[in-house]
């Protein structure tokens, strides 16, 4: 069974090199796209399992029980339904907007409690201080201040990646980072709110240091009664797991795609479109009909029967013009005849009857041998056609 069996067979070729030409791009586009799981991606998603990405953290809560979910709609729904049972994880925000802002106020003031990491987690946290780095730091090892349950956590590893003003009473700085505030929780409105100066603690290739794992669990709160949910929605355009199989591999492979599809419509559509009626033919002109009688002969192979045709004919006529109607002669016979009767004939003219005797039973014949014989022997006849009438007109 032959595939796309329907398809003219032009068309099935076209068809099929199109889809292996797709197949192979988007492998290789893939082999050599960027890989979103890779270290070098720093967004602390709760889908990646590279270094940077919290997959870890994300699955961990789910083993211990936490009712944990991915929050990928509108910010502003997940605030409608806030109370002072839930709590929300922004790791890293990459998208705010005005809206988010509202979002995340509205979610304290209901009572909820929210952990925000980063530069942009602390622009998003309500009546936030965050303020850029006083000085380059890379891994710190988190000095604990006060006496709270968060600064109980133990040993915290962090990269901070933005700091946190120390001018306000409310905020309660729980770890510093060489004096710089590092860890701070503070409430607000109804709700409570916890800043890390970057995600770090929580990210896959840092969770298992120290006792990070602790400050992440300390942060989030009791677990009984509560709803955590991850944020994902400021993650870019995340929506599912697909997302991350996206670049330049899929759109290649939805372009192409859509051209097989055009393609088949467009070779389908081409026969299957409304028909009509086929004009009635015209009457053959001669030429037509000789032309159709030489493509009949050159598609049958039949160059020799056009050759014994013509020297038949040619034979009856001339021994017409000899006196000598109805005799079977042989091309020398007939030579012989014509040169009596017509002395001034070409002198070619028994060489070319014998040429055409002998191609009568050549089976193998080029057809351009065979057309040169019959237009020779139309040459000699004409000639001596027009001899017979000039010596008629004579006498």
Wanted: hydrophobic letters at 40%; glycine letters at 10%; charged letters at 25%.
């Amino acid at each position: 069974m032959k595939l796309f069996a329907s398809l003219d067979a032009k068309d099935r070729k076209l068809l099929i090199g199109c889809l292996a030409a797709v197949v192979v791009l988007a492998f290789v586009t893939a082999f050599f796209s960027r890989n979103q799981n890779s270290d070098d991606n720093t967004v602390p998603s709760s889908y990646l399992t590279g270094r940077h990405g919290a997959r870890a953290a994300y699955e961990l809560l789910q083993a211990q029980g936490y009712s944990v979910v991915r929050w990928e709609q509108p910010l502003s729904d997940l605030a409608e339904r806030a109370d002072a049972r839930t709590v929300v994880i922004f790791a890293d925000p990459i998208e705010t907007t005005a809206e988010d802002l509202k979002a995340a106020r509205d979610i304290v003031a209901r009572g909820g409690r929210v952990l925000a990491t980063g530069w942009s987690g602390g622009r998003l946290a309500p009546d936030g201080d965050v303020r850029p780095p006083t000085m380059f730091q890379s891994a710190c090892k988190l000095t604990p201040q006060g006496l709270d349950t968060l600064s109980g956590s133990g040993e915290v590893w962090m990269d901070p990646a933005a700091s946190w003003g120390e001018d306000r009473p409310k905020d309660r700085v729980q770890y510093d980072c060489a004096g710089a505030p590092a860890v701070v929780e503070y409430y607000a409105a109804k709700g409570e709110v916890i800043w890390w100066a970057s995600s770090t603690p929580l990210e896959n290739g840092a969770i298992g240091r120290a006792d990070n794992l602790n400050l992440f669990l300390n942060s989030l709160g009791p677990r009984e009664g509560r709803y955590f949910y991850w944020d994902e929605s400021l993650h870019g355009e995340t929506r599912t797991e697909w997302f991350y199989a996206r670049g330049p591999a899929m759109s290649l492979l939805e372009a192409g795609l859509i051209g097989i599809g055009l393609l088949t419509l467009f070779s389908f559509s081409r026969r299957s479109g409304p028909l009509r009626n086929l004009p009635a033919p015209v009457r053959a002109t001669p030429v037509e009909f000789l032309e159709a009688l030489g493509l009949l002969y050159a598609e049958a192979g039949a160059s020799a029967t056009a050759v014994e045709l013509a020297y038949e004919r040619f034979r009856r006529r001339m021994g017409g013009l000899c006196g000598l109607k109805g005799a079977k002669m042989s091309a020398a016979e007939l030579g012989q005849a014509l040169r009596r009767r017509f002395p001034q004939a070409a002198s070619g003219l028994e060489e070319d009857l014998a040429e055409c005797e002998e191609a009568v039973t050549n089976e193998e014949l080029a057809p351009k041998k065979a057309l040169a014989l019959v237009q020779a022997l139309s040459r000699h006849g004409e000639a001596l056609d027009a001899a017979a009438r000039a010596g008629a007109a004579r006498r």
